[in-house]
Structures are given as C-alpha cells and as structure tokens.
C-alpha cells in the first residue's frame, strides 16, 4: 500500500522540514524535493496528492530566481505557494508563523483541496518498508554495523523482519561503550529477536591505538578509523554479501535549499565506511525523521531503554575520558556513568533530560580515604538540555539528587575521592568536553 503524499518543492526555503514536520503531524506522508526535479520524476512517484511550491526569500536558490509554476502547473495537481519574504518564518507571507497557524493552512490544503487521506502511520511506514527490502535485496544477503543505538538498531528489527537470516549484523566492541550496553544488543538481537550478530571484541585493539594519545581530534580520527577497519576485516570473513545496510535518516539527507542548488544530498550515517566495499546501500529509515525512528522501533517491538536511548558521541566514551585513556580511569568513568543513569531513572530524570553523562579528568586532587591521605581522581556530572545540540542549558538538578549520586560514586567507584557538577551552557562550553 503506497501512502498519499505532500511533495514538497524546495525553492530555497530554510522551513522545509518544519512544513514536511506539520504534514506528517496531520496524518499525512510529506517528502522533500529539490527545486529541479523534473515533472517527468514528479509522476514517477505516483502517489502525490498535491505540491507545495516552498520559496524562500522570493524564490531565490543560490542567487538565481527560481521559476517552475508554470512547469508543475502542468501536471495537474493541487498547488500550494508559500513565499517568504523576510529572514526568519516569522515574516512568511501565507504563514503567520506560529504553529497552530500553519497547521490549519495546511490542513486546509492537504485535506480540503488535496483530498488526501489520513494513513501515514508507523504500521503502515513498516509494512511497506517490508515490502519494499524484500523486492530490492531478493535473494541477497545484507551486512549492517549494529552499534546498538537508536537508528542502527531500528534498522536490525526492521531488516529481520523483512529478510531474517539474510541479515549478518556485526557488533564491534571497541571498550567505549556505556555499562551493559554491548550485552543488551546480544540480548536483544541474538537472544531475543535470533537474529544472525557476529560480536567483535575490539577493546584491546582501541585501548592499544589509544595508548599515551591525549589530543581530542586525534582519538576521534583513530577511534572512527580503527572501527571502519575492524568493520571491513568482519566484513570479508562473509561471503556474497551484496548489500550494506546504513541507519542514515531524515535530517541527514535533507539540507537548507539557500546554501546549494540541490537540498538532498548523499550524507551517510557511518560516514567513513569504505567506499570500495562495492556493496549496494539499503536506507529503510532514510525518510524519518528522530521521533519517527522512535516511534518504528516500539512499533517493531524494540525495548523502550533502546528506542529512547540518549544521544551518545561515536567515539562513545572515549572523549569522556579525557586525555590518553587508561583502562583505570575508564571504568571509574563507565561505573561513575552507570549510577547516574541509574539515579537519573529512579527520580525520573531519564526523560526529563535530554543528555546525562560524567566525564573524568586525567588530573588527581588530594582527599582522606579511611583516615589517610588519598591522590585520586574527580568525577564531572553533565546534564543539559537543548533542541537540536547547537546551543544548550543546564539542567537545575535538586540538590538531594546530586548527594544521592556522589555519595554513591564516592562510595562505589575506585580512584575517585570528589564530584564536581559542570554548571556551563553551550555555548561557551560544548556539550562534551573533547
Ligand atoms: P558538542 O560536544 O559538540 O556535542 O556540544 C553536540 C552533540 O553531539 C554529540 N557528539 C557526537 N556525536 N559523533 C557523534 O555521533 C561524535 O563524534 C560526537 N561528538 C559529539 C554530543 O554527545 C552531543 O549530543
């Protein structure tokens, strides 16, 4: 069953997605199209109800005037022109630019004029994504880099329910990963949901490329080049794999029209993974957007830990532990880590705060531990909040929690004698501290 579906005609407009967003809220599937699509491509599609010609500032793409009306007009459909005028969507000539506003002129449009039907919903996206790997990988097998967070892991359930065995995960376990959370995607997928997941113990391998290397940039380099060549090395050991599944989604494809001529643009997930693989790409989740991919992982019977799992760094841990990393000082930061997360559920923090973590210093401060002199390490709490991780606040944690989690971390955690609570917003200070 194919839905119906806005198109989106982006004539270097920055509210592209915030227009796509309020069509979906509505109950209908809305995508995002370059300015010079081409009719031929529109019908090709097949399923739009109607356009929306989104202009930015006066139709303006790249500083050449963009003028397609009278083309689109062409094929038949119903035409919605938004023009903005000024800088920001307050200034949007249809739109006054609060929401509600905008929701009921679309919902003119997209029901009132378009007829078009209410069944955009995650049980129908899965069916047809379903359907849809099963008549492109046929016969074929297909390889995906299982991290275990959100998007490679809702592409694992979605993929196993299309081609089942013919899916080979790969798991690698570069010893950055958070407590538990190597064991949860084995739990999950391999005992759960028997899904085929060969799991690669790598964290002597990192820990030995990390070794005496304190400088941020690089232990990002070595980190996502030394997974890429664990990645390919699992990779040969199959053979006649044909596909490369990737977890790319909605806000990595889509782009801005006024800074190119083109607004969808090739941008992969696991950037990086070698591009003399040869393997042909699937991207089931390639048109949600975060909330969405959210909502296909509880619909594909997922664990909630999982589906709303906070957003965690590729290099994972290891630019919490700043400066050359140790195996002492990683898993002070890994148990510190653990009981915030822990604390955070029981106050019910988890979901209340978009980003938790500690962070450990490669510094010792003095302190008395049973009556003697100790030299050992402090312990960073993190906790903002923010929209889309640009800018950031500081969550005012109660006092009574923060007590709670340093007198566990002090009592529970070896080598840490203090606590400390990072009070800085983003900007001047980033979310992470490399
Ligand atoms: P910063 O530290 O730049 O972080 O304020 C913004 C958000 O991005 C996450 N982050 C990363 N995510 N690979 C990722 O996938 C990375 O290398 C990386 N570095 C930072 C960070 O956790 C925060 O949510």
């Given at each position: ?331 002070a930061l890994?148990e510190s880590d653990?009981?915030l ?17 500690t962070v450990i210093p ?15 390490y402090p312990v960073i709490i ?24 340093t007198?566990?971390i002090l009592?529970?955690v070896?080598?840490v004698?203090r606590v400390l ?14």
């Open positions: 069953m194919k839905q119906d579906m806005i198109l989106i005609l982006d004539l270097g407009s920055e509210e592209n997605t915030r227009i796509a967003r309020a069509i979906r809220d509505l109950g209908v599937y809305s995508e995002i199209y370059p300015h010079d699509i081409t009719v031929a491509e529109i019908k090709k599609l097949g399923n739009v109800k109607g356009i929306i010609l989104n202009g930015g500032r006066n139709n303006v793409v790249d500083g050449v005037a963009i003028d397609i009306v009278r083309e689109v007009a062409g094929i038949g459909l119903p035409i919605l022109t938004v023009r903005h005028e000024g800088i920001t969507h307050r200034d949007m000539e249809c739109f006054s630019g609060d929401d509600d506003n905008l929701a009921k002129e679309l919902e003119a449009f997209v029901f009132g004029v378009c007829a078009a039907e209410k069944n955009w919903n995650m049980r129908n996206f899965v069916h047809d994504q379903v359907e849809l790997v099963k008549r492109e990988v046929g016969d074929g097998r297909v390889l995906l880099a299982l991290s275990g967070g959100v998007d490679s892991s809702v592409v694992a359930a979605l993929l196993l329910r299309a081609i089942g065995e013919r899916l080979e995960c790969v798991h690698v376990n570069h010893g950055l990963m958070r407590k538990g959370e190597s064991e949860q995607v084995v739990e999950v997928f391999r005992n759960q949901m028997k899904a085929n997941l060969a799991c690669v113990d790598a964290r002597e391998r990192f820990l030995s490329k990390l070794e005496n290397i304190s400088d941020p940039e690089q232990k990002r380099k070595i980190i996502g080049a030394e997974f890429i060549r664990v990645f390919e090395e699992e990779a040969e050991k199959f053979s006649g794999i044909e596909y490369l599944a990737q977890g790319t989604i909605y806000p990595d494809i889509v782009e801005s029209g006024t800074k190119t001529a083109k607004i969808v643009k090739s941008h992969h997930n696991v950037g990086g993974l070698p591009a003399d693989m040869k393997l042909k790409l699937v991207e089931p989740i390639k048109q949600l957007f975060k909330d969405e991919v959210r909502a296909c992982g509880l619909e594909l019977g997922l664990p909630r830990g999982m589906v709303f799992r906070q957003p965690f760094p590729g290099p994972g841990l290891g630019v919490r532990c700043l400066g050359a990393v140790t195996v002492e000082r990683l898993e890994r653990a009981i997360r822990e604390e955070f559920e029981t106050a019910g923090y988890d979901t209340r705060v978009w980003q938790y973590f490669d510094f010792k401060s003095v302190g008395i531990r049973d009556g003697a002199r100790s030299f050992e993190r906790a903002v909040n923010t929209v889309d991780a640009m800018t950031a606040t500081i969550e005012k944690l109660p006092w009574e929690l923060l007590e709670r989690i007198d566990r009592s529970e070896e080598r004698n609570y990072d009070i800085s917003p983003k900007p001047p200070a980033t979310i992470e501290w490399e």
